[in-house]
Structures are given as structure tokens and as C-alpha cells.
């Protein structure tokens, strides 16, 4: 893994990037596979003001683990996400959208995409106790008949840090 950062503060703007990429050698352990070794690259960025703070990050994993053999059908897989948040005091609110796409099935053509919105917030308590509530609709689309989904989900957390 190569992985660079940088982090810098300009006049009361921050900002922030990152880049890396990531590689493995796949094994095949089964006669007649080819599967395709890990090369996978990411950026993100993040910009800062007053509190508030956007930013993103892209990650590309190609046709990393798939198996290329003649007769499966891959597609590329890649993800996405975009976000905005609020920090006043020990209060934090945010919001992203998420994107995600990959082969969904190597026995059928087409792909499968993943798309979840999130709202959240998060109130420290105590230096290391934070209390945090998310709320999460997420949609599948898929090429596969009858795969589609899409539902809610709610999470109320403790986080706990020393």
C-alpha cells in the first residue's frame, strides 16, 4: 500500500487530501480461475471554515478478486461518497450520500448499484464519551431480477474513546 496525505490550515480554511493505492497478488486455488490481483487506487479531499467542513472521496478497485474466467460476466467495481458537516461547541451534524457499483453476479450480465443518504449528529458528552444518532435510507439496484431492495435504518451509538 502507498498511501500520501497532506493537511494544511490557510488563513482559517483547512484543507485536506489524501491519495493511495493499494495492491495484492490474488491466488488460485481452483483449476481453470483467473483471479485478478488487488490494484485499487482512492483520493479524497476536504475543505474547512468556521465549522463547516466539505468533502469526498472516490475509490477505484477495477476487476480486483474477480475470477476472469471465460463465461463470468465482470464489471468494475467502484465507490463514492459526498459530504457536508457542522461543528459548534460539542455538537456535530452531517450529511453524505453514498455510491457504490460492482458486478452484482458473475453468472448474469449487468451490474449492481448502492445508493445510501445519511443525516447524523453527535454530541460529546466528556473528553473520550460521545453520544451519536444516524439515520440511513439506502436503495439496491440491480440488474438481477427480484434484487432490488431498499429500506431505513436508524443507529444510536456510544462511542467511547481513552
Not at 490550515?9 to 483449476?31: C, L, M, P, R
Not at 480461475?33 to 477495477?62: E, H, R
Not at 467495481?77 to 457536508?84: Q, Y
Amino acid at each position: 500500500m502507498l498511501f500520501r496525505s497532506y493537511n494544511n490550515t490557510f488563513g482559517g480554511v483547512t484543507v485536506k487530501g489524501s491519495a493511495g493505492y493499494y495492491w495484492g497478488q490474488a491466488v488460485d486455488n481452483v483449476a481453470g480461475s483467473n483471479y485478478k490481483d488487488l490494484n485499487a487506487w482512492q483520493v479524497g479531499a476536504s475543505v474547512g471554515y468556521a465549522g463547516f467542513s466539505v468533502g469526498g472521496s472516490y475509490t477505484d478497485f477495477g476487476k480486483s478478486g474477480l475470477n476472469d474466467r471465460t463465461g463470468l460476466f465482470t464489471e468494475s467495481t467502484r465507490n463514492w461518497v459526498v459530504g457536508a458537516q457542522y461543528t459548534t461547541g460539542p455538537i456535530v451534524v452531517g450529511a453524505n450520500y453514498k455510491n457504490g457499483k460492482d458486478a452484482g453476479s458473475v453468472a448474469v450480465s449487468g451490474d449492481r448499484e448502492l445508493q445510501v443518504y445519511e443525516i447524523g449528529v453527535g454530541y460529546t458528552v466528556a473528553p473520550g464519551l460521545t453520544l451519536q444518532a444516524q439515520y440511513d435510507y439506502f436503495k439496491l439496484d440491480s440488474d438481477i431480477a427480484a434484487s432490488d431492495d431498499k429500506g431505513n435504518v436508524v443507529l444510536v451509538r456510544t462511542v467511547l474513546a481513552f
